[in-house]
């Protein structure tokens, strides 16, 4: 009984969240100016354009499979690899409505943190990627099914329609999460956790970062989830690193890739994630 009140709470609480602020991004996305961004990309310094493209990642939460049309779009209007690949790292990474809910559950500190280091690497990450000249491994792509906003405006029923549909494909895994953190709360002892991932060995880390890609927990499985293996005894720093490498290189996302990357900026995409996770959870595990 207390493990199913536990699951209804953290439940409702995650909905209530999303619904809100998914309802006020997808109006904002209404105003957003597609062809505009994608232009002062193209045309600005590295640098201003790389916090822009981190600013686009922020304002369009996508998880990571929903940026592959995008991503598309953006390399068909010649916008820099670079600054693609910015936007590829951080857009599942820095989800507005996800890291709302983190500050909530996981506490703010926790969440500027994340939000710091996920936004330096990725821009680390893409600039390097570009550097070293792995454009090159881009096959040619053609967009389809993607369109930007024609018209700036109050669109309140548009919105309506989009949060539906985000909460149509997050809400499954929403519950999961919350199923399972109200599981392992109840079910798992705080003395087991504690003992085999609360020791704050350094291999678990790297190994945390690993597993999360084959797992594919959404960050919104994710977050109600590491409530509960923090309160139980774990570490923070193997649970970063899941949750990133998690968000940042699912299964899914990187067969997608495939279709647009060839095999050797697909193999480097994902260690360079598991690279992001690993760096993460160290930070994490000594601040």
């Known amino acids: ?42 045309t600005r310094s590295k640098w201003k354009a790389g916090g822009l493209a981190l600013i686009f990642a922020f304002i369009t939460p996508f998880c990571s499979c929903s940026t592959i049309p995008v991503v598309i779009n953006m390399l068909k209007n010649r916008v820099p690899f670079g600054l693609t690949m910015v936007f590829l790292f951080s857009s599942p990474l820095l989800d507005p409505t996800i890291l709302t809910v983190m500050g909530v559950i996981l506490g703010w500190k926790v969440t500027i943190l994340y939000t710091t280091v996920t936004a330096v690497f990725s821009v680390i990450l893409g600039f390097a990627l570009e550097k070293f000249g792995f454009e090159k491994y881009v096959k040619p792509v053609i967009l389809e099914g993607f369109s930007p906003n024609e018209k700036a405006g109050w669109n309140f029923k548009g919105a309506l329609v989009e949060t539906g549909k985000m909460m149509k494909s997050v809400f499954p895994f929403l519950l999961i999460g919350a199923a399972i953190g109200a599981g392992i709360q109840g079910l798992v002892p705080a003395e087991w956790i504690a003992t085999h991932f609360g020791h704050g060995a350094w291999w678990l880390i790297p190994a945390a970062a690993v597993l999360g890609i084959p797992l594919y927990i959404r960050l919104s499985s994710m977050i109600p989830i590491s409530q509960v293996l923090l309160v139980k005894g774990m570490a923070l720093g193997p649970i970063m690193a899941l949750l990133i490498s998690s968000a940042g290189a699912s299964l899914p996302e990187v067969v997608m890739l495939k279709s647009i990357f060839r095999i050797q900026l697909v193999a480097v995409f994902v260690l360079s994630v598991l690279s992001m996770a690993s760096f993460s959870g160290f930070i994490f595990f000594l601040i």
């Open 1 to 42: 009984m207390v493990v199913f009140e536990t699951f209804l709470w953290i439940a409702l609480e995650l909905t209530v969240l999303f619904v809100i602020l998914s309802f006020l991004l997808s109006i904002l996305q209404s105003w957003i100016p597609y062809d505009r961004v994608e232009n002062y990309l193209r």
